[in-house]
């Protein structure tokens, strides 16, 4: 899989507009970037999906520039119900050589 | 649609007794998997089960650690004899695809806490 880099944490204040960037710079033809959001006490949920540029849903936009060596979460109008531990994954397992790796992930924290 | 199911939620045990912990996947979900997540990491993953076949147990310490995914949905993770450094949480994933491709959506359940003294 193609290794990720985020930040280890951020603060931000609610009402504001979050964005948390992963690096995947040997990011392969066929991988996609997926993020999962980990809230204490609960095990990771998916968040959000896509390829290329820009992919919208009710939780989150997620932006891929056109090399997609990196790409950017963005959370609109944050809460404090949105501190919690943010994961970038990319990847295709074609053998098993190949590991499924989540890595320390962002930890965000919203502030009042 | 019921989510990954998982029990215990907590264990307490002291070093060198065995455990065993216990995931229903969604229903319909070919792919299972078990990982441990140590307090401040990201999970790291112990096992693969496509149907009731292991993908990857690569990073899984199998002179302690077996499981095991009987008729290709539940599945149980054993420590046996438990250590110090296995307290943490034990976590259960399904997906509905066979966790080949990065579009597989893995979905979790809310874990196993493990305390070991």
């Known amino acids: 899989l193609a290794k990720t880099t985020q930040p280890i944490s951020m603060d931000s204040y609610e009402g504001q507009e979050v964005n948390i960037t992963c690096s995947h710079n040997?990011?392969?033809?066929?991988?996609?970037i997926t993020w999962y959001q980990q809230f204490p006490s609960q095990g990771p949920r998916f968040i959000i999906q896509?390829?290329?540029t820009k992919v919208t849903n009710e939780v989150a936009s997620l932006f891929i520039p056109a090399d997609r060596k990196s790409s950017t979460l963005s959370l609109p109008r944050v809460s404090l119900s949105d501190t919690a531990v943010y994961y970038c994954?990319?990847?295709?397992?074609?053998?098993?050589?190949?590991?499924?790796?989540f890595g320390k992930g962002t930890r965000l924290h919203i502030l009042p | 649609e019921a989510g990954v199911a998982q029990s215990p939620r907590y264990k307490i045990i002291e070093k060198r007794q065995s455990v065993a912990f216990w995931c229903n996947p969604i229903?319909?979900?070919?792919?299972l998997y078990w990982y441990q997540q140590i307090l401040g990491q990201g999970p790291k993953l112990l096992i693969q089960?496509?149907?009731?076949?292991?993908?990857?147990d690569s990073q899984l310490p199998k002179d302690r650690f077996s499981a095991e995914r009987l008729k290709g949905v539940d599945s149980t993770l054993k420590i046996q004899p438990a250590k110090l450094e296995d307290s943490a949480v034990y976590l259960c994933?399904?997906?509905?695809?066979?966790?080949?491709?990065?579009?597989?959506?893995?979905?979790f359940g809310p874990g196993t806490r493990l305390t070991v003294l």
């Open positions: 994933a399904s997906s509905l695809g066979l966790g080949l491709k990065s579009t597989d959506t893995q979905y």
């Open positions: 040997n990011i392969a033809t066929n991988d996609y």
């Open positions: 896509g390829y290329k």
């Open positions: 994954l990319v990847g295709l397992r074609l053998n098993r050589d190949d590991k499924i790796i």
């Open positions: 229903s319909g979900h070919a792919t």
């Open positions: 089960f496509q149907n009731n076949g292991v993908v990857d």
